[in-house]
C-alpha cells in the first residue's frame, strides 16, 4: 500500500485492424466485427461530398438511406421471463435473427437479461438473485469472485422442449423464482427481406413497434485529412509510432466530425489556451455529409449499410467512407460472447473506416471492463 | 444498489425544502438507498423518539417511461422509487454515561441503523470491543484527537461494525478537504477497504456527488475503483440487512418491506 495514491485506473482499449472487404458474399473481418455485434445503439455514416457531388447527391443519399431505414424497427415490449420458453416464440428463435435485450437496466448493479441471436438466453445477475434463482452458471470473469454470475440457457437447441428436464427447470424457476414482468426490446429479423416479423406478444405486453428514427445533417466547410495514403499494409500491419499516430488521428477527425466539433471548421480559430488541436496536415475544406439511425439496431442493417457504403464510394467516386456504431453501454456482451461489463464506461464501439481500393480499417473500443480479445 | 447513508434530517423546522431537493439529486444520480441520520449530542438526556417520518411522497415518482424517448435506456427512468432508512448519530463524548445501547431499547429500535460518533480515544476503544452499534462515524473534517490502532480496528472489524467516511465537510470547507484525505487514507490503510463506507452528510442538494464521482474520490483514499465501488454498495445480505440475518442489529425487525 503506497503513501501516495497511486489513481490506479484500469483501462480502456482500442483495437485497430486491417481488413479486406471483398465481394458482398465472403465474410472478412469487418463484416464479422459487425456480425458478432449483436445489440447495436447508433449507426452513423460520414460521407465526404467532393467537390464535384453538390445538392443533388446529398438528396440522393438522404432518400437512398432513407428508404434503407424504413424497415428498420424493433419492439419494446413488457414480458415475463417465461415467455421466453414459450414454444410459438421458440419457433422464431430457431429461424434465426431474433434477439432481445432488456432496457432501463445497469449491468454493474441489476440483473440484465438478453437472449442472443444465436437463440441463447443469457441472465446477467447479481448473487442474491443466482441464490434465489436456482439455475447453474458461471461466475462473472469482470466482477470480484462471486458478485455475478452468468447463466446462458440455449432455447434453439433441439433438445430444449417440455418434458425435457432442463426445460421444466428452467420454466419452473421463471414461474416461481423469478416472476417478474420486465422492459426488453426485441428485434425478429427475416434474413431473406430484412423485415421485422410480428411475434404473438401476449395481450398485456404493452409491445409498442418503434422505427429507428434516421437523421441526416451535412458538416459545412469542414477540413478533410486525406485518408488514400494511410500507412497500413497487409504484410507489416502498422509499425511504428509515426504511422500509428497517423492512424490515430484520422480516428480523432472522424470523432470531432461525429461530434460535431468546431475545432475541425476551416474558419476556426481558437485560442490556443482552450484547444490545440490541429486537423493532420494536408487537410482541405470540404462538406461531410452525417446520417444517423438510433435505436436498437440488428446486426444485418449494419452489414447490409457496409455493402452500400461500398457501393456509393464505387458510385460516387469517394475517397473515402465511415461508419460508427455504438453498442449498449449495458448490454451483457459486446462482441462474440464476451462478457461486457460497466466499471466508469462501458463502450463497446466500432468504427469502419472503408477505402476504395477494398480495404478496411476497424477500430474498436472497448471499454475497462471486457474480456473480448482479437 | 448505490447508496447514501448519512443525508442529515434537518432539525424541527428547518430547511425541509433543502432536503427534497437533496432526494431529487439522490435519485437523479442514481441512488437506491438512503438513510436520513438524526443526530443525537449527548446521552445523558433519554432518547426522544424518533422524529424522523418516512413520507413516500417525500420522494418524486421518476417519470413514468411513456412519456420519454422509447429509446432512453437510462436507469433514471427506472420506476423504483428511492428506498429509505432512518438512522441515529450518538456523539459519544462522555465515557461514564450510559449509553443504553443493547436491544431493549425502544426508542433505538425504531431506527434501522445505529451510529456513534465517538470523540475520545476511550470511547472509540469501546465501540470497537463491546458497543453494540452498526456504524462507527469520526469526524473526518477535523484532526481526530487520537491515532487509530490497528488491533482494534480489525476487531471491530470482525464484530461487523462498518466506518463511515463522509465526504461532504470536504465540500463545504478547505481544511476540513486535508483532513478528510489524511484521516480517511489513515482507515483506508488500517482496513485495506474492509467494511468501509463513503456517505455524503450532505446538508444541501449541490453537496451531493454522484456514485461514479465518489469512487473516483476513493482512489485519492488509496481505494482502487472495485473497493471504493463496494464501499458505496449495498448488498442486500450486509450492513443493512434483511431482518432474520442480523437479529442483533438494531435494526426494525418489521420493516422487511422497505427492503
Given at each position: 500500500m503506497s503513501v501516495h495514491p497511486t489513481f490506479d485506473q484500469p483501462n480502456s482499449r482500442l483495437i485497430v485492424s486491417l481488413s479486406y472487404l471483398s465481394d458482398p458474399d465472403k465474410t472478412s473481418p469487418a463484416t464479422k466485427t459487425a456480425e458478432t455485434?449483436?445489440?447495436?445503439?447508433s449507426a452513423k455514416v460520414l460521407l465526404p461530398l467532393t467537390s464535384n457531388s453538390n445538392q443533388t447527391t446529398r438528396t440522393r443519399w438522404e432518400k437512398g438511406f432513407h428508404q434503407h431505414g424504413q424497415a428498420s424497427k424493433f419492439h419494446k415490449v413488457s414480458l415475463p421471463l417465461r415467455f421466453f420458453l414459450d414454444t410459438t416464440f421458440q419457433q422464431h428463435v430457431r429461424r434465426g435473427g431474433t434477439m432481445a435485450l432488456q432496457c432501463n437496466v445497469r449491468i454493474d448493479q441489476d440483473d440484465v437479461f438478453a437472449l442472443l441471436p444465436s437463440g441463447t438466453l443469457l441472465l446477467n445477475v447479481t448473487k442474491p438473485t443466482y441464490e434465489k434463482l436456482g439455475l447453474v452458471g458461471k461466475p462473472s470473469q469482470?466482477?470480484?469472485?462471486?458478485?455475478r454470475y452468468q447463466i446462458s440457457v440455449d432455447?434453439?437447441?433441439?433438445?430444449?422442449?417440455?418434458?425435457?428436464k432442463l426445460y421444466e427447470r428452467v420454466k419452473w424457476c421463471f414461474e416461481h423464482t423469478l416472476p417478474n414482468t420486465y422492459d426488453f426490446y426485441m428485434s425478429s429479423i427475416d434474413?431473406?427481406?430484412?423485415a421485422l416479423r410480428d411475434i404473438p406478444f401476449p395481450?398485456?405486453?404493452n409491445a409498442k413497434t418503434i422505427s429507428n428514427p434516421f437523421t441526416s445533417h451535412t458538416e459545412e466547410n469542414v477540413l478533410i485529412p486525406p485518408m488514400?495514403?494511410?500507412?497500413?499494409?497487409?504484410?507489416?500491419?502498422?509499425?511504428g509510432a509515426e504511422d500509428q499516430e497517423t492512424v490515430l488521428e484520422r480516428l480523432e477527425w472522424i470523432g470531432m466530425v461525429a461530434c460535431g466539433?468546431?475545432?475541425?471548421?476551416?474558419t476556426d480559430k481558437v485560442d490556443p489556451f482552450i484547444s490545440v488541436y490541429s486537423t493532420p496536415e494536408a487537410s482541405t475544406p470540404g462538406d461531410v455529409f452525417i446520417g444517423t439511425w438510433t435505436g436498437f439496431i440488428p446486426a444485418k442493417q449494419i452489414l447490409d449499410l457496409i455493402t452500400g457504403l461500398r457501393d456509393l464510394i464505387k458510385q460516387d467516386s469517394l475517397p473515402w467512407a465511415a461508419l460508427l456504431v455504438s453498442g449498449f453501454?449495458?448490454?451483457?456482451?459486446?462482441?462474440?460472447?464476451s462478457e461486457h461489463g460497466y466499471a466508469s464506461n462501458g463502450e463497446n464501439d466500432y468504427v469502419l473506416l472503408v477505402l476504395p481500393d477494398g480495404r478496411c480499417v476497424v477500430f474498436q473500443a472497448l471499454g475497462s471492463e471486457d474480456t473480448f480479445a482479437i | 444498489m448505490f447508496v447514501d447513508l448519512n443525508v442529515p434530517w434537518p432539525?424541527?423546522?428547518?430547511?425541509a425544502p433543502e432536503l427534497k431537493k437533496t432526494l431529487e439529486m439522490l435519485q437523479s444520480f442514481g441512488y437506491d438507498f438512503v438513510a436520513y441520520n438524526h443526530v443525537v449530542p449527548?446521552?445523558?438526556?433519554?432518547f426522544k423518539p424518533n422524529p424522523i417520518k418516512i413520507d413516500s411522497a417525500q420522494t418524486n415518482t421518476k417519470?413514468?417511461?411513456?412519456?420519454?424517448?422509447?429509446l432512453i435506456s437510462n436507469?433514471?427512468?427506472?420506476?423504483q422509487p428511492l428506498r429509505q432508512l432512518t438512522r441515529l448519530t450518538i456523539i459519544a463524548?462522555?465515557?461514564?454515561?450510559?449509553?443504553?445501547?443493547?436491544?431493549?431499547n425502544p426508542v433505538l429500535n425504531s431506527y434501522d441503523i445505529l451510529a456513534i460518533r465517538p470523540t475520545t480515544e476511550r470511547l472509540f476503544q469501546q465501540a470497537c470491543q463491546t458497543f453494540d452499534v452498526d456504524i462507527i462515524s469520526?469526524?473526518?473534517?477535523?484532526?481526530?484527537?487520537f491515532y487509530m490502532k490497528g488491533p482494534t480496528v480489525n476487531l471491530a472489524i470482525s464484530r461487523g461494525i462498518h466506518f463511515e467516511i463522509c465526504y461532504a465537510p470536504a465540500i463545504r470547507d478547505q481544511t476540513a478537504r486535508k483532513h478528510l484525505i489524511t484521516n480517511a487514507a489513515a482507515l483506508i490503510r488500517l482496513t485495506?477497504?474492509?467494511n468501509v463506507i463513503i456517505t455524503s452528510e450532505a446538508q444541501?442538494?449541490?453537496?451531493v456527488r454522484g456514485p461514479y464521482d465518489v469512487i473516483n474520490l476513493g482512489s485519492i483514499f488509496s481505494l482502487n475503483q472495485a473497493l471504493a465501488k463496494n464501499c458505496i454498495?449495498?448488498?442486500?445480505?450486509?450492513?443493512?440487512?434483511?431482518p432474520q440475518q442480523h437479529d442483533d442489529k438494531h435494526i426494525k425487525a418489521s420493516c422487511p418491506q422497505k427492503l
Open positions: 455485434h449483436p445489440f447495436n445503439h469482470l466482477s470480484p469472485k462471486g458478485e432455447i434453439s437447441a433441439p433438445s430444449f422442449k417440455p418434458t425435457n434474413s431473406s427481406t430484412g395481450p398485456d405486453a488514400s495514403n494511410l500507412p497500413l499494409s497487409f504484410s507489416s500491419g502498422i509499425d466539433a468546431d475545432r475541425i471548421r476551416a453501454r449495458d448490454s451483457p456482451i459486446s462482441w462474440r460472447q | 432539525e424541527a423546522g428547518q430547511n449527548n446521552a445523558k438526556t433519554s417519470p413514468s417511461t411513456e412519456t420519454l424517448s422509447p436507469a433514471q427512468l427506472d420506476a463524548d462522555d465515557q461514564n454515561s450510559n449509553y443504553q445501547l443493547n436491544n431493549t469520526l469526524d473526518m473534517g477535523s484532526r481526530l484527537p485495506k477497504g474492509k444541501r442538494a449541490m453537496e454498495t449495498i448488498n442486500l445480505t450486509s450492513n443493512v440487512a434483511t
